[in-house]
């Protein structure tokens, strides 16, 4: 089974989204590593998951995308084109990981990370 790891808010002004999470909701928002901001949101040991705050692509200005877990994102890019999706992003190497971006046939916007 491929897991819901993360989720990304897209943003077209990243750091007011990031201040806004981090004053109403408590969130622990990094600063930007890659153009991306990782948000805690809670304690490692209490239900939930964490995700981040990115200035939005073209393809995505504002959302949320979740980021699922898979163990190769060569295959299932694969698969998923070949279930109706398209690809948004191609893999990219961010080295302890690769992610990629998939729309499924519905519209939804998917992120897929594969850890190395």
């Known amino acids: 089974m491929n897991r819901v790891v993360l989720f990304e808010l897209s943003s077209p002004n990243p750091e007011l989204q990031a201040r806004f999470f981090s004053t109403v909701f408590g969130w622990e928002v990094s600063e ?68 990629a971006y998939i729309v499924d046939p519905t519209g939804v916007h998917l992120g897929l990370i594969q850890y190395k």
Request: charged share 20%.
């Open 32 to 99: 930007p590593q890659w153009g991306y901001r990782s948000a805690k949101t809670g304690a490692s040991d209490e239900p939930g998951i964490n995700g981040g705050i990115a200035q939005g692509p073209d393809h995505f200005p504002r959302g949320t995308r979740l980021q699922i877990q898979v163990d190769s994102i060569d295959d299932l890019l694969a698969k998923a084109v070949e279930n109706g999706a398209s690809v948004t992003q191609p893999k990219m190497d961010f080295g302890d990981f690769y992610i």
